[in-house]
């Protein structure tokens, strides 16, 4: 059994990722009211540049969720900082990963490390989120990552899923982890709709280093931009539409790369769209 053709229950209230660059509080604006904006982290920018944006966010009334990279937090004493800066200005939620550093800047080494400290903290937020990967991970094998996942899964709330391209590798990686025991509601992660310009602009932007790492995980999205100016995912959201029922998809992750004017005209242009009603 499958799900109907059209995704208005997902694309009506997706997630928006956000690079924490100059220039994104302005493409913010194009943001629906209250919408729920991530803000991601990178070792070029710091966690700090997440973190604040994160706090202005909140203040214009959206539901901010900063990325917490367990790599670039010091350790229990910043956390704690950290924590306490975000929840005076009203964050609820936090998205929690490991992070691109090969060598940590404190004593976390890895995104359980800070779950476990969030929870003797008296677990400060309404809602924690975790990264999953249906495609091969770079540098992590298969059996790790579901160990992984079966680790944090009592500290988490949900899982976003990095990007990825083939809608039956993401229904093969559901069917797998739920038969393995893991229960939590999934965001799919897609890309806005994103010129060619403007991603290698924001990759050069992070780093060097981090367009590396961005390059190695994400080579088939680079590999689609370099054949056109844009890309629009509509061929992967139609093969979402078929997801079978049962998978525990929760909703859609618009990876936007601070391109939400252009990723927001798609998506209402999807909606509008008979086709996927």
């Not at 800070?114 to 990967?133: C, H, M, N, T």
Request: proline fraction near 8%; hydrophobic fraction near 40%.
């Amino acid at each position: 059994m499958t799900r109907p053709s059209g995704l208005p229950e997902l694309l009506g209230h997706p997630r928006f990722e956000l690079v924490p660059l100059r220039g994104v509080e302005e493409e913010a604006d194009h943001l629906p009211a209250g919408a729920t904006a991530t803000v991601t982290c990178s070792p070029r920018k710091g966690i700090e540049a997440t973190v604040e944006l994160a706090r202005r966010l909140a203040g214009r009334g959206f539901r901010a969720v900063p990325h917490l990279a367990a790599r670039l937090i010091d350790g229990p004493g910043h956390l704690e900082d950290l924590v306490g800066r975000l929840v005076a200005d009203g964050v609820e939620e936090v998205f929690v990963i490991g992070g691109d550093p090969p060598e940590p800047v404190g004593s976390y080494r890895a995104a359980l490390d800070v779950l476990e400290d969030l929870d003797a903290l008296g677990r400060p937020f309404v809602s924690v989120g975790i990264g999953g990967y249906p495609e091969r991970h770079p540098f992590i094998g298969p059996e790790e990552l579901l160990d992984a996942l079966l680790e944090k899964q009592p500290f988490a709330g949900y899982i976003v899923t990095q990007i990825c391209f083939e809608p039956n590798r993401i229904f093969d990686w559901l069917e797998g982890i739920r038969a393995r025991g893991v229960t939590l509601p999934v965001h799919i992660g897609l890309p806005g709709a994103v010129s060619r310009r403007k991603l290698l602009e924001i990759a050069l932007r992070i780093g060097v280093g981090d367009s590396i790492r961005y390059l190695t995980k994400h080579g088939s999205l680079v590999a689609r931009m370099m054949r056109r100016a844009s890309y629009r995912p509509d061929a992967v959201l139609a093969g979402l539409s078929r997801a079978p029922l049962g998978l525990g998809i929760a909703g859609l992750h618009l990876n936007t790369f601070n391109q939400v004017r252009s990723t927001e005209r798609w998506r209402h242009r999807v909606l509008s769209d008979p086709r996927w009603t």
